[in-house]
């Protein structure tokens, strides 16, 4: 496997378990629609959260949240109502980035909430 890609990987455990401590059910792990994916699907109480995680080993090209784009924030929109209309759902959604910064030295994880909005 790919460094980049076992990177990820274990970025999304880590991910899943800092939601799992706060309280969070993980429903789904990289739930997929064409060509689209989500990295976690999340409930909190009666919300559901859709969660894009990004992992670096540094921070020189800057934060791992600034990859999230337009273009993904598009995809993860359409992922999101795909998996709406799969699962016959009529619940608000929330999207939030969880951003891993994982060093020899340290793992900083920080959770950014409603990171962007549906237009």
């Known amino acids: 496997?790919?460094?980049?890609i076992a990177l990820?990987?274990?970025?999304e455990v880590?991910?899943?378990?800092?939601l799992e401590k706060k309280g969070f059910k993980i429903i789904e792990t990289n739930w997929r629609h064409d060509k689209d994916e989500i990295d976690l699907i999340a409930m909190d109480g009666?919300?559901?959260?859709?969660?894009?995680?990004?992992?670096?080993?540094t921070d020189f090209f800057g934060e791992p949240e600034e990859a999230v784009g337009y273009h993904k924030e598009k995809f993860l929109i359409r992922a999101t109502e795909a998996y709406l209309?799969?699962?016959?759902?009529?619940?608000?959604?929330?999207?939030?980035?969880i951003s891993?910064?994982?060093?020899?030295?340290?793992?900083?994880?920080?959770?950014?909430?409603?990171?962007?909005?549906?237009?």
Do not use: W
């Open 1 to 4: 496997m790919a460094k980049h």
């Open 8 to 11: 990820g990987k274990k970025g």
């Open 14 to 18: 880590l991910a899943k378990e800092y």
């Open 46 to 57: 009666d919300e559901l959260f859709i969660v894009e995680v990004k992992t670096r080993t």
């Open 85 to 97: 209309e799969e699962k016959d759902l009529d619940i608000d959604s929330r999207f939030d980035i």
């Open 100 to 119: 891993i910064i994982l060093s020899k030295n340290q793992t900083k994880i920080v959770h950014i909430e409603d990171a962007f909005y549906p237009e």
